[in-house]
């Protein structure tokens, strides 16, 4: 499978809690900047092309508790709920949301190796940083507002470090927000 990176980031590189939730120090910051119909169509199309999700405990327990219970009629929600889910834990053991595995982070690379195509890896900090330091990453898309917070998770700490091609750039919506790909760069 190729795995995708997706990312909402600030201008300083906070992937921290973009739809907020409680306690969040930083936390719903995404969603005050209008993305557009071209940003809304990229992440359905995402979404939609995706054969699986790649979830961190805490990200998969906030998708978990929201999706199942959400109706849309593009077919997103019915894709998310319906796909297959791993999820990166040591302490999970019994994920509840329809067709969810718990791995460990050794079992990154051996899932990289099965057929299919895209594993998707939406948020989820930590295991995007592994993922990035042992060099299994084969798409990185950061959806990037034009905020700096000062502070919170960023996506390249502890050592994290990507030689990157950069394969495309657009913006989407009326406030400044622009979709960067990038590959890996071959050295």
């Known amino acids: 499978m190729r795995i995708v990176?997706?990312?909402?980031i600030s201008l300083d590189g906070v992937i921290e809690d973009p739809?907020?939730?409680e306690g969040s120090p930083v936390g719903g910051w995404a969603f005050q900047f209008d993305q557009g119909e071209d940003g809304g169509k990229?992440?359905?199309d995402e979404t939609l092309g995706a054969d699986a999700l790649l979830l961190g405990r805490i990200t998969y327990e906030g998708f978990a508790a929201a999706w199942p219970t959400i109706e849309d009629e593009a077919g997103f929600a019915d894709k998310m709920n319906g796909m297959p889910k791993y999820v990166v834990s040591s302490t999970l053991t019994d994920p509840e949301w329809n067709n969810s595995q718990v791995v460990g982070v050794d079992s990154l690379e051996e899932l990289k190796e099965r057929e299919g195509g895209d594993l998707l890896v939406a948020g989820?900090?930590?295991v995007a940083r592994e993922l990035l330091r042992r060099g299994l990453v084969d798409e990185l898309r950061l959806m990037v507002f034009p905020l700096a917070l000062g502070g919170g998770k960023r996506l390249?700490?502890?050592g994290v470090t990507a030689k990157l091609e950069l394969v495309e750039s657009r913006p989407v919506g009326p406030d400044g927000v622009v979709v960067l790909v990038y590959h890996p760069k071959s050295e």
């Open 5 to 8: 990176i997706t990312e909402f």
């Open 19 to 21: 739809g907020g939730s």
């Open 42 to 44: 990229f992440k359905l």
């Open 124 to 126: 989820s900090g930590q």
């Open 156 to 158: 390249f700490d502890d």
